[in-house]
């Protein structure tokens, strides 16, 4: 059984920065890609960044430049360093491991931004 747990997420003043962690752990799998998204209430889960296992990196253009997607696809880990933060990015982040096995999804973390 494979799981995915993110971290990181809480509340936090607009301009300020938080660091999103995520892991998967279980049964042994090949990781093709990792990704963030996130749903604010009321709205559709978007795409924020991707990571594929060979380091390529895409962000959503809401986000660049203040976001920075990194991890390591051999030890199932990827992190969202979040800056500059807005009260917009108030959501439900959610991390995705594309793997050949399938595509896993973690529970969510909590990001809150006060104006």
């Known amino acids: 059984q494979v799981q995915v747990l993110e971290s990181g997420g809480g509340l936090v003043q607009a301009g300020g920065s938080l660091r999103l962690s995520c892991a998967a752990s279980?049964?042994?799998?090949?990781?093709?890609?990792m990704d963030w998204y996130r749903q604010a209430p009321g709205k559709q889960r978007e795409l924020v960044a991707t990571?594929?296992?060979?380091?390529?990196?895409n962000y959503a253009d809401f986000v660049k430049n203040r976001f920075i997607i990194s991890g390591d696809s051999a030890k199932r880990m990827v992190f969202l360093q979040m800056n500059s933060l807005q009260f917009e990015d108030t959501a439900v982040y959610y991390c995705?491991?594309?793997?050949?096995?399938?595509?896993?999804w973690g529970q969510g973390t909590q990001v809150t931004v006060s104006s």
């Open positions: 995705k491991m594309r793997t050949l096995l399938g595509i896993f």
């Open positions: 279980g049964r042994l799998f090949s990781v093709n890609g």
């Open positions: 990571l594929t296992r060979d380091g390529t990196t």
